[in-house]
């Protein structure tokens, strides 16, 4: 069991940046980092979709739309992942989920994810 906890969504303008923080954990005390770890997005009405990826061994993907833009990063000593995002856009809106898994081969399918955080809200207004 792994429980991730988000944090960082926030409201900003067009062109603004954020630092979202996912910090994970397991009841057990055991460690978090033999998981792959990702940051996935889902707005209203919309299907979850995939941001980035980044495996245990630093394989990183990235959604072409926001390549160039956001960067995904992990603290192994803190247990804790992070997404920068830069030069944000109003179709960056969106509830930002952090996700765990094993395996996954650096793609983000959702079902390669056993792990969920509840969310943390991003508005980009313009």
């Known amino acids: 069991q792994v429980h991730l906890m988000e944090s960082g969504g926030d409201s900003v303008q067009t062109g603004g940046s954020l630092r979202l923080s996912c910090a994970a954990s397991?009841?057990?005390?055991?460690?978090?980092?033999?998981?792959?770890m990702a940051w996935f997005r889902q707005g209203q009405g919309k299907q979850r979709e995939g941001v980035a990826v980044?495996?245990?061994?630093?394989?990183?993907t990235y959604a072409d739309s926001v390549k160039g833009r956001f960067t995904i990063s992990r603290d192994y000593a803190n247990s804790s992942v992070y997404l920068t995002m830069n030069s944000l856009k109003p179709e960056d809106t969106d509830v930002y989920y952090c996700?765990?898994?094993?395996?996954?081969?650096?793609?983000?399918?959702?079902?390669?994810?056993?792990?969920w955080g509840q969310g943390t809200p991003v508005t980009v207004s313009s």
């Open positions: 996700a765990a898994g094993s395996d996954t081969g650096a793609y983000m399918l959702t079902h390669f994810f056993n792990y």
């Open positions: 397991r009841p057990s005390g055991g460690s978090t980092s033999s998981y792959d």
């Open positions: 980044m495996t245990t061994d630093g394989t990183t």
